[in-house]
Every structure is written in structure tokens, then in C-alpha cells.
């Protein structure tokens, strides 16, 4: 019987699950946060909050446990110096989900899985940007002034420009008489 067991099998076998979720928990802690699937995130989750909480007993025991889950002493190192410190006064709930909407090619929901309470993550959370509308093509009546403005300024350039030449011409002229 599976009382209480609990698991996304998201399509894969034991074993690439769970390297798959100990890298991406090892991206979430070298990089504050990633993007992936929905399922995925919410699995990469429950095992990321485990981590942080071994990492806030901080004993040798919970490094070695948090070495042989992870499989990554860089991550480690920094989970257990950096980021299990700023949660000491949090009881759980070390990471948030934002959703971004469906991935082009398959529609799969797509998210960002990151800390929370980190300044960093916050402002990098941003969501995504809606498409904007198209605009509207200018009526001809508005072509036409454009155009009428663009040839009075042309010819303001112009005369402006015969001026300053026969300005430059004028002293030379004198200097010669």
C-alpha cells in the first residue's frame, strides 16, 4: 500500500528523477531561481525546503546528507554558508512559485521557482510582458502632413545651409578687395 507516499513521477524513472531533481535544486541555490515546468517546480520544491532545513541544523550529519542528495559540494557549501542562514528565523515555505503561462512549442505551463525574502529574487521577478497590441496604420490624411512637414524642413535646411555658405564667402570676398 502507498499510504502517504507521495511523489510527481513526471514520466521517469527513479533514478533520473531524482538526479534531475538534484540538479535543478543545485541551479535553484547557485542561481536564486530557474525556470521549468510547472510539475517539475513543484516537485523541485519539496525537495529544495528539505535541503535548506538540513542546512539550518548546519551539523557535519546534515552536510554529508544534504552531499549525497544534492551530489554537488559547491552547492552545498554555499546552501549551508549563505542561504540556510537567512531562513534561521522561518519554520518553511523557503521557496515560491510564480507562474509564466504555457511554453510555445508544447503548452506545457512554464514557471519560475526561486527563494523568497531574497532582495535579489524579488526584483528579478518580473512578470512576463504582454504582447502589445498592433499599431493602428497612420491615415492618409496624417501621411500628408508628414510629408508637407518633412519637405518645409528640408527646405528650411537648405536655405539655412546657402546662408551659412554665403556668410563664409563674404569676409574672404572683403579680404581680397
Avoid: W
Avoid at 108 to 116: D, G, H, W
Wanted: proline share 3%.
Amino acid at each position: 500500500m502507498r499510504h502517504k507516499v507521495h511523489t510527481f513521477k513526471i514520466g521517469r524513472t527513479g533514478a533520473h528523477r531524482q538526479a534531475m531533481l538534484a540538479n535543478m535544486v543545485s541551479s535553484l541555490i547557485e542561481h536564486g531561481e530557474i525556470t521549468t515546468t510547472l510539475t517539475k517546480a513543484k516537485e523541485a520544491r519539496r525537495f529544495a525546503d528539505k535541503m535548506i532545513t538540513l542546512g539550518k541544523k548546519g551539523d557535519l550529519h546534515r552536510r554529508r546528507l544534504a552531499v549525497s542528495r544534492l551530489r554537488d559540494k559547491t552547492a552545498v557549501k554555499k546552501l549551508f554558508d549563505e542561504i540556510a542562514p537567512q531562513y534561521a528565523e522561518r519554520d518553511g515555505g523557503y521557496t515560491r512559485i510564480v507562474k509564466l503561462g504555457h511554453r510555445s512549442g508544447d503548452a506545457a505551463e512554464m514557471c519560475i521557482l526561486q527563494f523568497v525574502e531574497s532582495d535579489d529574487a524579488v526584483k528579478k521577478s518580473a512578470k512576463p510582458k504582454r504582447a502589445k497590441a498592433p499599431k493602428e496604420a497612420p491615415k492618409a490624411e496624417e501621411t500628408k502632413k508628414v510629408k508637407t512637414e518633412k519637405a518645409e524642413t528640408a527646405e528650411e535646411a537648405k536655405a539655412e545651409a546657402v546662408e551659412k555658405t554665403e556668410t563664409a564667402e563674404k569676409p574672404e570676398a572683403e579680404e581680397a578687395k
